[in-house]
């Protein structure tokens, strides 16, 4: 592929007033999925001229000291320069093993979890959920849409997580959120998620060639 994502500067935000540390946080994009209803892989097709990959690292960037991407084909994905490659740590074991590989995956005991066919990921949602984390001192801080919770646009805490996941893997839980019961879960209401995301975009995956067009003609007016 022509497109490269460069080097992405991982630069720390100015989110200091409000508590945040980015030394803490990993930031880990979930990519390489069958992409069936795109007819090609969307983490890779190009958004406003380079891989949708890329435009959500470069959105997540500022936020993370440590970036990871979880693929099983790292060779499509070797233009990436500053972001960790990693595989499936839980081969075959669907979205419950995706989820743990991305938390397993990451050194810092706050993860944040994107899908890579995310193009309007937030920041500011990240930012919020880790001060609501940590006030709080929840385990998960996930939104739940009309669609259901939103695993893949979510902090959590490594240590606490992590366990519960492996436990309902072995288990044989399949459900991404079977584990839940287990951790303490702080759901963001509709209200902070206006707030924290007044687009109302962030949680939209672009499955198809129409919505990744759509999503294109979006971008280009932010």
Not at 9 to 23: C, M, Q, S, V
Not at 67 to 92: C, E, H, M, Q, S
Not at 188 to 213: A, H, Y
């Amino acid at each position: 592929m022509a497109c490269c994502v460069g080097r992405v500067p991982l630069r720390a935000p100015a989110f200091e007033n409000a508590g945040y540390n980015t030394r803490m946080l990993s930031v880990v994009v979930q990519a390489g999925g069958q992409s069936s209803r795109m007819g090609e892989d969307k983490a890779l097709k190009s958004f406003l001229g380079k891989p949708l990959v890329t435009r959500v690292i470069e959105r997540l960037a500022p936020i993370a000291d440590e970036l990871i991407v979880t693929t099983n084909r790292p060779a499509d994905y070797a233009f990436i320069k500053d972001a960790r490659l990693t595989a499936d740590l839980k081969p075959g074991r669907g979205a419950l093993g995706g989820l743990y590989t991305a938390i397993a995956s990451a050194s810092h005991d706050y993860v944040a979890v994107v899908a890579c066919d995310m193009p309007f990921a937030s920041t500011r949602l990240i930012e919020s959920a880790y001060n609501l984390l940590v006030k709080e001192e929840a385990d998960v801080v996930i939104a739940k849409t009309d669609e259901g919770y939103e695993p893949f646009h979510a902090l959590y805490r490594r240590e606490t997580c992590l366990s519960a996941i492996e436990a309902a893997i072995i288990e044989d839980k399949w459900k991404v959120i079977a584990w839940f019961p287990q951790v303490k879960v702080r759901t963001l209401s509709p209200d902070e998620l206006k707030s924290f995301d007044p687009s109302g975009l962030c949680f939209w995956n672009v499955n198809t060639p129409e919505e990744f067009q759509k999503a294109e003609q979006l971008a280009q007016s932010e």
